[in-house]
């Protein structure tokens, strides 16, 4: 797959997730992706570090370096780093929320049961007084 990233669309929020979703796709499919990036500026191997963040778990720094060894020429714009790190707060809050709503969902069922067992234990408790109650009239 080649992805061709203009200049002006490079830098938002919709632009990562597409690069990085499209190419854990490709990935998934047992292909590769070309990025490529107009006037050779170097914003192809910068929009790399989206998927590296989502997919690969990364920390922005590391990603940065990472890009950094293999690209020794690389200049990261500031205007991006900030986005990108903005973006990855966002994404780790996402991933944060979506876990716990697994774990919760996971322990639904046990809470459920807890719950039905004090419900019947109440209801039994209920009717033991009831009956004591009965008993020490007569």
């Given amino acids: ?3 061709h990233i203009k ?3 490079a830098a938002t929020v919709d632009t990562f ?9 490709t990935k998934q499919a047992g292909g590769k ?4 990036c107009e006037k050779s500026t170097g914003i192809a191997a910068i929009m ?5 963040l989502k997919y690969q778990g990364i920390g922005l720094k590391v990603a940065i370096k990472d890009m950094k060894e293999k690209r020794p020429n690389l200049v990261m714009d500031p205007e991006t780093i900030v986005k990108l790190e903005a973006w990855q707060k966002k994404l780790w809050r996402e991933q944060f929320v979506g876990k716990m709503h697994c774990i919760f969902l996971s322990w639904l ?3 459920m049961i807890l719950g039905l067992l004090f419900i019947l234990l109440k209801i039994s ?3 033991m007084e009831k009956m004591y109650k009965e008993e020490k009239k007569s």
């Fill in 1 to 3: 797959t080649v992805m």
């Fill in 33 to 36: 992706t070309l990025i490529s």
């Fill in 125 to 127: 408790h209920g009717e």
């Fill in 109 to 111: 069922p046990l809470l």
């Fill in 48 to 52: 790399c570090i989206p998927y590296l």
């Fill in 7 to 9: 200049l002006d669309e």
């Fill in 17 to 25: 997730n597409k690069i990085a979703d499209q190419i854990e796709n």
